[in-house]
């Protein structure tokens, strides 16, 4: 009787588990669906989650978020909708880079949330500085031929060559 009833349990937990994998999966299409079809280009960053899942505190979280799951859906969704993927180098540094003036910082620790530009004096979050400088990667390379740096605003405008509809970079909520 106890074997049976346990073995209730295990199929009760695995049918939970499927469910919870199932809910992540129909969230990972539907984000990655959506930035494709709105977007000309979008930039990510390669990461390097071998090295993270070291940090003990961090791992299990790391696991389920599926960065490879993502990923793999973006290269064959941008292929499907024509969107051109820009994955940066995990040494691209995206976080020490000021979104403003192109200035790179030698040294931000893990610690530092908050990104102080020592040229400029730009005060932003460190992860919205990020998102913003893979913007500026996706740009220069949906539009290589442009004379000019489009970050420090010389030259032609990038904007203004953007297609009626679509959208170059756009926000990603999370909450």
């Not at 051109?84 to 995990?90: E, K, N, P, S, Y």
């Not at 539009?143 to 060559?161: D, I, W």
Request: hydrophobic letters at 35%; glycine letters at 6%; a positive charge.
């Amino acid at each position: 009787m106890i074997l049976s009833y346990r073995k209730k349990l295990v199929q009760k937990v695995a049918r939970v588990h499927a469910h919870v994998a199932s809910i992540r999966l129909d969230f990972w299409h539907k984000v990655t669906s959506k930035l494709c079809r709105e977007n000309q280009a979008v930039g990510i960053e390669k990461l390097n989650v071998s090295g993270m899942l070291k940090n003990r505190r961090l791992s299990r979280a790391i696991i389920d978020v599926g960065c490879y799951e993502f990923r793999r859906q973006m290269e064959y969704k941008s292929k499907l909708y024509g969107t051109r993927l820009v994955v940066a180098d995990q040494w691209y540094p995206s976080s020490k880079t000021c979104s403003r003036c192109g200035a790179v910082k030698r040294v931000l620790g893990l610690g530092d949330r908050v990104f102080h530009c020592d040229q400029c004096g730009h005060v932003q979050d460190r992860d919205v500085n990020a998102s913003r400088n893979l913007c500026h990667a996706a740009k220069e390379n949906l539009y290589p031929r442009l004379e000019g740096n489009s970050r420090l605003r010389r030259g032609k405008a990038v904007s203004s060559l953007d297609e009626a509809g679509t959208k170059l970079c756009s926000k990603l909520s999370t909450s």
